[in-house]
C-alpha cells in the first residue's frame, strides 16, 4: 500500500485589517483591487470567500482558490 499525499483544496488566510472597516464587502472589494494592481486582470480573478469576521471587522478568514 502507498502513501499520498493530499493535497488541499483550499488556502484559508487570516488577516487582521488596520484601519478597521465599516462592511466586509469593502475588506473584500480592497483585497480584490490590491490583487488587480499587483497581477492585472486576468491574473487576479481568484475564487475569493469571506468565512468569518469579528464585530468589528478588525480580523477577517478568508478561503482562497490555489489555481
Keep these: 500500500m502507498s ?8 488556502h484559508y488566510v487570516l488577516f487582521s485589517v488596520s484601519p478597521t472597516q465599516s462592511d466586509v464587502l469593502s475588506i473584500r472589494k480592497g483585497m480584490q483591487d490590491s490583487l488587480t494592481q499587483t497581477f492585472g486582470v486576468t491574473r487576479s480573478a481568484n475564487y475569493m470567500d469571506v468565512l468569518w469576521t469579528t464585530e468589528d471587522c478588525s480580523e477577517i478568514l478568508i478561503r482562497m482558490d490555489p489555481a
Design 3 to 10: 502513501r499520498q499525499r493530499l493535497t488541499p483544496r483550499y
